[in-house]
């Protein structure tokens, strides 16, 4: 006896919206590098001719691409839609909306953090140059300074530069935006849990010549180490959390004692 066909259910095809089609022929140009930055498209009413749609459709595929960071919309006799510079900020702004919405925990994006930071401060060992370190030095410095005059938010502003010219120091643009974009939604975390009366790192200056020390001497494996400890203790004030976060990147066990032996207040 043969078995009943099976029913196979197919959705049905929906045609994309114009304006989202819009948005795609305009990152294609992007893409195709036929548009760069700086660049003014089309008048509103032409790019609705050449593309066969409506004006309005135009206006909320512009509207659509100003909100994602790719266009400017300016008003006046020279205005109209230019494509805009690299937007870092965007990146920044979907992760926050994800993390909002519950599609990120903190926890993940902390734990991210420790692996990405990993990667920059290895690769700033293999090629941070003079100016680099002196740069670094001279920002911890500055942390000294606003440490001991009770600054406390003028250090978290210190540790967002810090972490800035540390990914600045591994020469990959692309660690540089992912970076920026983490440290500053943590920045927002870390500033309301001061203002709530959380203790900061006490012995952050000390911790910070530390590691330059290491980064100098292009020791990749303690630097990373160095800076993996004190990330993981940023994490235990962020989240309240005792356990260490992440799998431990090289040896667990020498990690996981130093993590114990530094432990403290973080930031």
Do not use: W
Not at 44 to 72: D, K, M, P
Not at 158 to 182: G, M, P, Q, T
């Amino acid at each position: 006896m043969e078995a009943p066909a099976r029913k196979i259910a197919f959705e049905p095809i929906r045609s994309r919206r114009a304006f989202e089609e819009i948005c795609e022929r305009i990152r294609d140009q992007l893409a195709a590098g036929a548009l760069k930055p700086g660049d003014k498209l089309p008048a509103e009413r032409e790019l609705a001719v050449q593309l066969g749609v409506g004006r309005n459709a135009v206006r909320e595929a512009l509207r659509t691409l100003e909100f994602a960071g790719v266009v400017e919309l300016r008003k006046g006799v020279k205005g109209g839609a230019f494509i805009r510079e690299g937007d870092p900020g965007s990146m920044t702004r979907a992760m926050q909306d994800l993390m909002h919405l519950g599609s990120i925990s903190l926890r993940e994006l902390t734990e991210a953090r420790l692996y990405i930071q990993d990667t920059v401060v290895r690769l700033a060992c293999e090629r941070a140059t003079r100016a680099d370190l002196e740069a670094l030095a001279a920002n911890v410095e500055a942390t000294e300074k606003v440490t001991l005059s009770g600054e406390y938010v003028a250090r978290l502003e210190s540790s967002r530069e810090f972490y800035r010219l540390l990914a600045a120091a591994s020469h990959n643009a692309a660690l540089c935006l992912i970076v920026d974009s983490l440290t500053d939604i943590l920045m927002k975390y870390l500033h309301a849990r001061v203002a709530a009366g959380a203790r900061l790192k006490p012995d952050l200056v000390q911790a910070r010549r530390r590691f330059l020390e290491l980064l100098a001497s292009r020791d990749a494996e303690a630097a990373a180490l160095e800076m993996r400890t004190h990330l993981q203790a940023v994490h235990r004030l962020l989240t309240g959390e005792t356990a260490e976060v992440g799998a431990v990147i090289g040896d667990t066990k020498t990690t996981r004692t130093a993590s114990r032996r530094r432990a403290g207040s973080a930031a």
